[in-house]
């Protein structure tokens, strides 16, 4: 068991004690005693998540519970589409979908999921927002819904071997367990309410790796009994911080605070997909979410400024924060905000905003590293294509 040398006064997730067991390096983020990686190592975790199957504890996400008053679903999907850009109102049970939390100028206050449980809606909501956005919704939503934060413990399970991962932690046939065709049965984006174990699980299948994979609510006293059970397969390792912010950047996936923020709205962040029909101009319920007219505007027009791809031409990585340029002495246009090395790739990868004039793939710009300026080429993203199961 590695030691702990994270101060007592960060929290702690229900896995904390499995993460020691496991030799976990733990270091402080988002308030959170979390691990950055185990005795593998980064490399071999994010190829292990890529080739087999990943857990991963995400337990410090925000898992809110939105219940309509009225009794009637369809009044809290419409409170929340005064808030979030999407079709909440035309989520199916048993359903969840992608969704982004704006401010009054459409910019990105948080990205979400929103989970149709039939009687209620579900949000999990990232760690570093989620006092503020129970916070807003409570401030907003209340005279519809009740607002509930829930005490429970998040696993997420990644990798093509999940299926059958999550499916051999409970045989077909057995009693009060959930049974191998339920799990299989499940599409992208599919929620369920299981037994495993004995414990009352809501699964989704999703994830943020851009593999096939499921995510585990759990209460928080059966976490590490369902975790284990799991990580007794030898097919599933547990992974660390490390490995899943290099397995999201393969997959081209925004990092809440570094990718997107106040400053970014949805069009130019490349989430346009995430705005359907419906809140667009000449939609049945266009609008009515804050910064509408920004971001409507920016639909039709097209927005100054884009997030891409970034391949650099050299081995070396371009880091979060290095400026970029459209040549190798004039002025800097744009900027990194993820950047690292993409070991599925075995080569150096990054996304940043450039102006749209410069985003064709294949377009030629520069990063400053150290003094010097590298030489990138424009990448369509993904750069790993996806693993999901939708069909």
């Not at 401030?139 to 819904?145: F, G, Q, R, V």
């Not at 059966?222 to 997959?251: F, T």
């Not at 940043?352 to 003094?371: D, I, M």
Request: net charge negative; hydrophobic share 45%; with cysteine.
């Amino acid at each position: 068991m590695s030691a702990d040398p994270i101060p007592q006064d960060v929290a702690r997730t229900p896995l904390h004690a499995l993460h020691l067991r496991h030799g976990a390096r733990m270091v402080p983020f988002a308030g959170y005693a979390m691990p950055v990686q185990y005795p593998a190592g980064l490399l071999k975790e994010h190829l292990h998540t890529r080739s087999a199957a990943g857990l991963f504890d995400v337990s410090h996400m925000g898992q809110i519970r939105l219940t309509p008053r009225s009794g009637d679903i369809a009044d809290a999907a419409r409170a929340l589409e005064t808030l979030l850009p999407i079709d909440v109102l035309g989520l199916k049970p048993g359903r969840q979908r992608y969704g982004l939390l704006l401010d009054e100028t459409g910019g990105i206050r948080d990205d979400l999921m929103v989970a149709h449980c039939g009687d209620s809606l579900l949000l999990v909501v990232n760690a570093a927002n989620k006092a503020a956005d129970e916070a807003d919704l409570r401030a907003h939503l209340s005279d519809t819904c009740d607002v509930a934060v829930l005490a429970r413990a998040l696993i997420a399970l990644q990798g093509p071997g999940a299926e059958a991962a999550l499916a051999r932690l409970s045989p077909e046939g057995s009693a009060h367990e959930v049974s191998a065709h339920e799990v299989s049965a499940m599409r992208f984006m599919d929620v369920r309410a299981l037994d495993l174990l004995g414990t009352a699980a809501l699964v989704t299948r999703s994830g943020y790796t851009g593999e096939d994979g499921f995510e585990i609510s759990v209460p928080e006293d059966r976490a590490e009994a369902v975790a284990e059970a799991l990580l007794a397969d030898p097919a599933v390792w547990p992974i660390g911080l490390g490995a899943r912010d290099s397995l999201r950047l393969e997959a081209g996936l925004c990092l809440n605070g570094n990718d997107i923020d106040s400053s970014t709205d949805p069009v130019e962040a490349g989430l346009s997909w995430a705005i359907p029909r419906v809140r667009r101009r000449g939609g049945a319920r266009a609008g009515g979410f804050p910064g509408a007219a920004r971001i409507l505007d920016a639909l039709e027009k097209g927005p100054a400024r884009r997030r891409v791809g970034l391949r650099p031409e050299g081995p070396a990585p371009v880091r979060a924060g290095a400026q970029l340029f459209g040549d190798e002495t004039g002025e800097p246009v744009g900027h990194v905000t993820s950047g690292g090395f993409g070991p599925s790739l075995q080569a150096p990868i990054a996304m940043g905003y450039l102006p749209a004039a410069l985003t064709a793939p294949g377009t030629r710009v520069f990063a400053e590293v150290r003094g010097k300026r590298l030489a990138l080429a424009v990448t369509a993203l993904p750069f790993v294509p996806a693993g999901f199961k939708r069909a």
